[in-house]
């Protein structure tokens, strides 16, 4: 912390020490809100809190500028101990507009702070937001700290001195309101400032605006005495290593990256973009040093074709889409699944159907991953269930991709994609060892002859002298790999192909339960629901009641033991953000009644939620 910023802090009114807060920041999707929120992630990153966000896209690229459909938002809770979601509801709002204020307020707590740019409130933007009466004077914000601040007015004259012209200086009112939740929040500018002079090196008139304005925002609070009330939260009791905050997509991509170092295969990714799985081409686009391929597809069906050919020259092959990229690619995987070829298939869902809701999340591609293709198609299907899992996620895909020739699907989300969390960097030695063996000797080779324990057939790289075999999608004649059309021959390679995936079962780890190992009621989730039913079931017990939790990676094949963990609890409630898919399989697969919950609003769940439901269904006598 700089003097300046040790002299701001220690002249605070007063200082009270809480262990979590809750921000948002919003406003128009010129704004620059992604920004500040992740400047202000960054900054209580550094100070060493526990965090996790939340980031908010407009779906149109250019929503009409003051209209609820433009407004984009960035949510971001800091706390002292191990969180699990970025919060239910902010304590601090920072609403840049009226369309801003409007579509966020709902969520504000009670007294919750709420800061606005008063400059922004006029009768034009009022009637684009559906004010009838402007909110700041009607006394419908009484139940809040409101804190109006004629934000863009003050960068202006902070900014007078410098020849910049007036859409330059509106581009840098972002930096005045994160200098005021810097100082509400007791947060140091250091670390801003140095991103800024690092970020615009190449433009210093731009830099120097942006700091001054940083600047600006604090010094209004100070001077003004904006908040009677400053906050400050400190850093969580952590396990010891060496962390750094890590979006879904980017721990996803030096994942694969990691996976293919550890195999010593080259990775290929073949991609087509789409919202929210385009992160993981831009990021894997910069990875060339460490042997990495991408390869911008014209359509996803090409994406995949592209990948089962990397497969079939030897590289670990990779393609990522979101629920319609998967519809497409459905005839190719199929191909993948009949040829036997590791690829692994990352998608990364989003709400639909059709375009739906690009910009925001869903879990409704679970059915589709398993059954989405024709005829008697099986592979596995894994799931992440926070950013910093997707690191671990996508290196076991590349384990199973590989031990067992077959195709992976991993699933994620745009809630995990988008969302970020610190992650410990692993150490390498760690990591699994991911060394392949393809075969290179040409006695007694069969395409398709098979391992003992994995049914696995041998990895033949194109161009090795007498192991040349044809690949394809009619059907296989079981060891030579000849095209086959005799009935026994496809019941047979019907049945191995499916017993290769159910073998996966063996490999998977007994399921971990939060809390009792039997009783009342057992909360079992998959992907990105399980930082809220964690949170909600651990507030639920400590207000009495049986509960426990339980959260699959593992979903075809299931963990070997999950019938017998399901017949240990008397209820089982299945949080699911789709109409209940988890749910269909459980029942299909174990006859088991279970407590479906479904939300399908393109948010995540809410602890609250989870928490009201357990409580629901236990009721009040089991409180003890």
Known sequence: MSPETKAKSASANRLEPVDEVVVRFAGDSGDGMQLTGTQFTSTSALLGNDLATLPEFPAEIRAPQGTLAGVSAFQVRIADYDIHTPGDAPDCLVAMNPAALKKSIGDLKQNGVLIVNTDEFHDRNLKKAGYETNPLDDGSLAAYRVTQAEITTMTHRALEEMDLDSKAKNRSRNMFALGMVYYLFSRPLDTTVEWLELKFAKRPEIAEANVKVLKAGWNFCEITDQFQVRYEVEP??????????????????????????????????????????SEILHELAGYKTFGVSTFQAEDEIAAMAAAIGAAFGGALAVTSTSGPGLALKSEAINLAIMTELPVIICNIQRGGPSTGLPTMTEQSDLLQAMFGRNGESPLPVIAASSPADCFDTAIEAARLAVSYMVPVILLSDGYIANGSEPWRLPKIE?????????????????PYMRDEKTLARPWAIPGTPGLEHRVGGLEKENVTGNVSYDPANHQLMTDLRAEKVARIADEIPPMSIDGPDEGKLLVLGWGSTKGAITGGAQKARAEGLEVSCAHLRYINPFPSDLGDVLSRFEHVLIPEMNMGQLALLIRARYLREVVSMTKVQGKPFFRSEIQAKIHEILGAENVH
């Open 236 to 277: 969580a009791k952590l396990a010891p290593g060496v962390y750094r905050n890590i979006m879904g997509n980017s721990a996803l991509s030096i994942g694969l990256v990691a996976a293919s170092r550890r195999s010593g295969l080259p990775l290929f990714l073949g991609s087509y973009p789409i919202t929210p799985a």
């Open 430 to 446: 760690d990591l699994p060892d991911l060394r392949v063996d393809f075969r290179t000797d040409p006695e007694g080779f069969e």
